[in-house]
């Protein structure tokens, strides 16, 4: 009989993939549920279930048996989690997946929480009120909005679109940001409003809610991500995040700007200390990522999400700890440690566009075959790899059988290196 603990992974997606990964080390068998018979996370599942995140039945067929319950994608339906919820031990609960599944709650959420946001609001907005100078307001406090239903933006009129839209852009000015309240990553759902121009384009958003952000000039974004036994707090060295189109591209850490070169700087120090105080405050448990914008040594919440986050994966190779393990150490009520940075790190994520030249870095590797390669899985060889191909480089491809451009199919972490040396020696590999 099997007498290891099981962790169950809503979700077979790459971040699956490497909690099971953890959860093997520490001892734990896992199951997976994924709607994608392919997914990679089932290449190191001890139990795999096929099945779509709102079908009852499969999450039921993926929890029974199951000591704990987390969840690595983070669109699962709060509603059909609550069916679920008093049947089997989801030990983050679902308050935090809850609270990050709408920007317009998320981010409220995070000011009553003590977190400086942009300045938002929802769109379409319920009810504007005309003030005596005849300028467009909100009711209520416009620093928390009242959310509203989903049913309240499809019957709006193209022309009624448009209108909502220039008056809540009237209210908080240009530039700024229109994202679609639910659903919406890696720059999908959103549109930039700079001039007047933007607006019609921008509006064919508002089919569904959506809300208004002012737009941050920021000097560059960070993340940090925290695990929780409800008792203390410990959080990752924060990452510095340089997007393109969107996407994460590079995570440096120490991240320049928050780090005197030993640990965080103030401002660093700041930040760790408002989202610790922010968790606690939420009272979430588990892990939870924040990704921030950074101006003039002041700090704005983006956005958060309750599983491990793509910036986080430089913490395998980067950190004494990873951010996998101690998601697992949290699930199997055993004891958190406390990261340490062991060298100055970068992570590379791979989009499709970036695939071959990570396969040509495995490629070089591969001839001189060095002991760290671990092929995950033996059907896709061709494309699973996750080892250390060269000194200091770290190659994590997720087996995904289908590559386009823009999907994340691995990442690469060189770790002693700093930003410079990175783009000094391997920039150039890239797209
Ligand atoms: P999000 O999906 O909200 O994380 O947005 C994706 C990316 O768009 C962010 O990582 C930023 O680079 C950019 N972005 C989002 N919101 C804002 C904003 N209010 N001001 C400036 N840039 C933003």
Request: hydrophobic letters at 35%; a negative charge.
């Amino acid at each position: 009989m099997d007498t290891r603990k099981t962790i169950a992974i809503i979700g077979g997606g790459q971040l699956g993939l490497m909690i099971a990964r953890e959860a093997h080390y520490l001892g734990a068998s896992v199951a997976v549920l994924d709607p994608a018979s392919d997914a990679p996370a089932f290449a190191q599942a001890d139990r795999r279930v096929v099945g779509a995140y709102d079908d009852i039945k499969a999450l039921e067929e993926l929890c029974e048996g199951s000591d704990a319950v987390t969840y690595e994608f983070e669109n699962v339906p709060g509603e059909i989690l609550r069916h679920i919820e008093n049947k089997y031990d989801i030990r983050q609960g679902i308050a935090p997946l809850f609270d990050s599944q709408d920007r317009l709650r998320e981010k409220s959420n995070a000011r009553i929480h003590g977190l400086k946001t942009p300045e938002f609001i929802p769109v379409p907005a319920i009810d504007f009120i005309r003030t005596e100078d005849g300028e467009g307001t909100l009711p209520g406090n416009p620093e928390f909005p009242v959310p509203m239903s989903a049913g309240d933006a499809s019957s709006l009129s193209k022309a009624e679109r448009v209108s909502q839209l220039e008056q809540a852009v009237s209210v908080l000015g240009m530039p700024c940001v229109l994202k679609t309240r639910t659903m919406g990553y890696d720059g999908h759902g959103q549109a930039v409003i700079r001039g007047d121009s933007d607006i019609e384009n921008a509006s064919e958003l508002l089919k569904v809610p959506c809300i208004l952000e002012k737009f941050v000039d920021f000097d560059y974004e960070a993340s940090v991500v925290m695990v929780s036994d409800g008792e203390k707090v410990i959080h990752f060295p924060i990452g510095r995040n340089i997007h393109t189109g969107g996407i994460l591209d590079l995570c440096v850490v120490p991240a320049p700007g928050l780090s005197d070169g030993h640990g965080e700087n103030e401002t660093g120090a700041k930040i760790a200390e408002a989202c610790g105080n922010f968790m606690k405050s939420c009272g979430y448990k588990g892990i939870l990522a924040v990704e921030l914008f950074i101006k003039d040594g002041d700090f704005y919440f983006n956005e958060m999400a309750p599983r491990p986050h793509n910036s986080g994966h430089y913490t395998i190779e980067g950190c004494s700890t990873n951010q996998y393990r101690e998601l697992c150490h949290f699930l199997l009520g055993q004891p958190l440690e406390t990261p340490v940075l062991l060298a100055p790190t970068v992570m590379k994520n791979i989009l499709g566009q970036d695939l071959e030249a990570a396969k040509a870095i495995v490629a070089e590797s591969l001839r001189g075959a060095g002991p760290g390669l671990r092929v995950d899985s033996p059907e896709y060889v061709d494309n699973a790899f996750c080892g250390e191909a060269g000194k200091g480089v770290y190659v994590h491809l997720y087996g995904k059988t289908q590559s386009r451009p823009k999907r994340k199919m691995g990442h690469i972490t060189f770790t002693p290196m700093t930003l410079e040396e990175f783009n000094e020696h391997w920039a150039d590999r890239f797209v």
